[in-house]
């Protein structure tokens, strides 16, 4: 039975869903849709974002500045000094210098080590970073320090570790020492090692208000370049403490009269001498002289009680004498010598061929031997020939 209640309905009479932009909503009303194309990357925001503040390029050329170069201050100028001094031990005793000039030859040094230095400025003082090394007698053993160290502008302590290691009857010494201020108290660690064994010490000391000052190995280096770059002659009185832990008075002394230094091959003119003491109880731990460029560069450092040198200039290298070339010369030159040579060659000839003959198990061996020593082509031929053969049972 048909009410009536419902009227026919097709699927085809069903109209379609009409756009919301057909309709009249207002812009808070209509759904948010993202498009491909409308896409936002981070980087897009990021650089819209400081294209406001960075100028570009173009503006940079074009901005007009108030200031002129030559009117600009150079408040930081970085890496100050940077040195490499070659360490050398005197031959024929300690090292004295009193005259006023003094000519190194090859045959007065021999070179046993190295040491680096280089003093940076920071912005609110200077790093001065120190690394040495040198060989003890005729062993393979070394020895050296090591200094890491941060000092102000009036070249005062704020931090500096130090070190120093030796080797004595098949054991290392190693001794540290850490330093810094804080709040007017210098904090002391005092660390020595033995092989595994470790021993520390820590102090405290008041350096409020006292004169002379204070300062380190590391601001001993910074003030006497300041003082010879500056100019200044006489004595100048400090405080400092040794790995030991001893309070040392040191006085620096720089001399008014210029010297002429030679090291090898090169002259040094006008070179400025520091004098460095060092006493504890008044009594004298420490001399030191360092002969100074006067930009502050070292030529020349060493202490009188011991035959250790440091020399800004290496020795030049030793040239190799080639013998045969001089006796080819000698045998060209004379006839009776050319004769006697080209005889025993001969007769060296037959006889290497004829054993060469009755022992052929060694033809591999020499075949060996000369095929290495046309690869390698020594300069020394003897020297190689008995490192060969020395080292022969390894390789048969």
Known sequence: MDFGLFEPCRLEDIPERRPEDAWEFKPCQKKFLMRPEDEISVDSILSALLSKIEPTEEQYRECQWDVTAKEMHNEKQSLLFEEKLYISQIQTGPCKLNEENKIFLESELNEIGHMKLSIEESYDGYVVFSRSQMAKGRSRSVCGHCLRGKYNDKFLLIVEKRSEFDYLDKGRIEKNMEARIYENILLVIRETKINADSQKFKAEINVKDREPVFIMDGGIQLLMRYLVINNFIGKF?????????????????????????????RNFNSVIVVKNYKYFNE?????????????????????????????????????????????????????????????????????????????????????????????KKPEVVFSFTIKFFQNMKNTY
């Open 237 to 265: 009185e400090y405080y400092t403490l040794n790995l030991y832990g001893k309070v040392l008075h040191g006085i620096i002394i720089v001399e008014k009269e210029r010297k002429k230094v030679r090291i090898f091959y």
């Open 283 to 375: 009594v004298a731990e420490e001399k030191s002289e360092t002969y100074f460029a006067s930009n502050g560069k070292i030529v020349l450092h060493f202490w009188p009680r011991y035959n250790y040198l440091l020399h800004a200039i290496r020795s030049p290298p030793k040239p190799v004498e080639r013998i045969l070339p001089k006796l080819e010369l000698m045998w060209k030159a004379d006839n009776l010598l050319l004769m006697h040579y080209q005889k025993k060659k001969k007769l060296t000839l037959e006889n290497a061929q004829c054993y060469l003959h009755n022992h052929p198990e060694i033809v591999d061996l020499f075949y060996d031997y000369i095929h290495s020593l046309l690869q």
